[in-house]
């Protein structure tokens, strides 16, 4: 803020947090006009749904490994900004509390200069291997120093070796120029000049802390072009749905009735029988039909009369779940792509260009427009205020996630935060994320949490080849044997302005299936036979090359409902579904507990119809409702493959 009495010291609606759920509900509240403050101790919006370049991914991963939990806590006294009546509780201080067990492995660092003998093999070695972090990231580690060819002396004679000697061994060698070097230097040149231009290119990537997919038919689809917050985001079709085979081949999924007959895969009497049963998943009524076999591989073969082969593509490429996951969560999930099918695209999927991250910016966006304000990176809060008398009593200190020691917790509703300037700013309603819950509430509110694994990869070549049309391709490799869940492979090129030209961006997504493992573990599983490290010599020169890889492990909290205050509203983070399942159907619960009766975010007024000073803006003309696909998400009738996938 420009002055101290601009400050903001009361609101209706206070959102600690700027992830995807606590943006929809700020957006919703202030386009009703009810006033909102939006707090968060990170500088960037998005919280864990954030989007990064490189650099700023590199940091995010030194804040996840910072283990003093105190750091940048205010715990100055606060009793004079409190009434008699009113308590204080400490919020957990870990800016990450549930990302865990980050691995890094960067092959960016290797010598510019390789020298002409066998100590180049040694050096690059000794400079290129990768760094595991058990705990801390060497983010500025130098490489080894290097010895520059030209300087080194490959014709010295030995003493008293007559001159007419020394010129016969030296045209007894074969001549070397610039283009035909020791086989081995031009290796770690073309190495090194790879390393230099990733690093020249560094700022152009964009690295989700997760990645998913929207459905064409799915509720934050409708949202987005409902309430016209579509206008601030560009998507594009997601056709490439791939999967590997057995024999370690990556083919086309036959998802929709095309792909289907054109498919290579099945016989075609797996063909009919699996067209008669996308057929019924598109027909049935989940209100009426109850499934008596609860084992959805048991089903698809006693029901539906399918093969093992196609029970295996449907269970893991089509809805990437196991095969004894409950049938009416499959179905269901399998009716919602039935129905997102032809919608906006082929697939059904569409992707969100420069990543999810954009996605909570948007409604924030929408949010400020309707006089939102944000505090983001300063004045975070520290303290919440509670009314009432303690009645609650909170659990030893050591508990995971941080906190304020041995505290008690009121009955009573929220009434505001202190940050960590020593502000008080009070509140009717209190809309958070998980992490900032104080530990007392935390452990009432939060039960277990869901556990899954993301991996990171830049690559410098595809495992599918990526063009202009089709950037991203979504790749399911089946679980291999003694795990139950596939991996969800996203893979992307220049042009879904996720990463610079001459590198792809990798990134995945497992169920962890074993929390005592480490994640690269459980990974090497599944990508150990697709990918090669950047250092490796020539053998399977035919695989993607692995500049820089990450990998870490991901708690999503499960909310559940409380008494502990009635105006205090939490929300869940990302999970490991490949859409945003759950994510509107949470916002507009939580807003409407706040505004029972109250719209859930009409639709903002195009530009070309506000009334500045009586008169309608004439220099700002309305988006017209036929735009583009990529940047609207306004469906249109016609062929979906018309789709233009280039932003304006």
Known sequence: MAAEEEFPSECDVLVLGTGLVESIVGAACSRIGKRVIVLDRNSYYGGDWATFNFDGFRQWMEQVLVEDESAGLANSDCSSLLRDD???????????????????????QIP?????????????????????????????????????ADSTDTTQSVEGEPDEDRQRKSSARPESSEEDGHPLRRVLQAKAQKVAEFHSKSRRFNIGLCVKVLLGGGKLVKLLVDSAVSRYSEFLALNNILLVTQDRHIAKVPSSRSDVFQNNLISMLEKRHMMRFLQFCAAYDPETVEFEIANFSEYLMTAHNLSPKVIDIIVHSVIYESKDSPTAECMSKLRMLVESLGRFCN????????????????????????????????????????????????????????????????????????????RRISCKHLVTA??????????????????????????ESPLQKLDEESPVSL????????RRFPAKVFEESAHSYSCPEGFYLVQAVLEDEDETSPPKQQFDLYLSDLFLPFNSDGTGAEKPRVLFEVYFRQKSPLIQPTELASNLHTCSGPDSDLSFSGVVEQAEEIFHRMFPGEEF????????????????????????HDAQPSSSLAPESGDASKEDTNPP
Not at 135 to 147: A, F, K, L, M, T
Not at 363 to 386: C, E, H, V
């Open 347 to 422: 697939s059904g999927y569409l992707w969100t260009l420069y990543g999810v991250g954009e996605l909570p910016q948007c409604f924030s966006r929408l949010n400020a427009i309707f006089g939102g304000t944000f505090i983001l990176g300063q004045d975070f809060p520290t303290q919440m205020i509670f009314n009432q008398p303690v009645v609650h009593t909170a659990p030893e200190p050591g508990a995971e996630g941080g906190g304020g020691g041995d505290e008690s917790l009121s009955s009573g509703d929220v009434t505001g935060v202190i940050t960590c300037s020593n």
């Open 86 to 108: 009113e308590i204080s509780v400490s919020v957990p201080t870990l800016p990450f509390p549930d990302t865990k067990d980050l691995t890094l492995n960067d092959y960016t």
């Open 475 to 482: 790749i399911s490799i089946p679980p291999p044997s003694g």
């Open 112 to 148: 510019e200069c390789p020298v002409e003998d066998d100590s180049f093999q040694s050096q690059s070695r000794s400079t290129s291997d990768g760094v595991h972090c058990d705990g801390h990231v060497s983010v500025d580690r130098e490489p080894s120093p290097c010895v520059n």
């Open 434 to 459: 998980s992490h900032y819950l104080p530990r007392s509430y935390s452990t009432s509110i939060i039960s277990q949490h869901r556990s899954y694994l993301r991996a990171v990869l830049i690559t």
């Open 601 to 624: 975010l009409p639709r903002a007024p195009d530009p070309g119809d506000v009334i500045i000073g009586g008169e309608k803006a004439e220099d700002e003309p309305a988006e017209p």
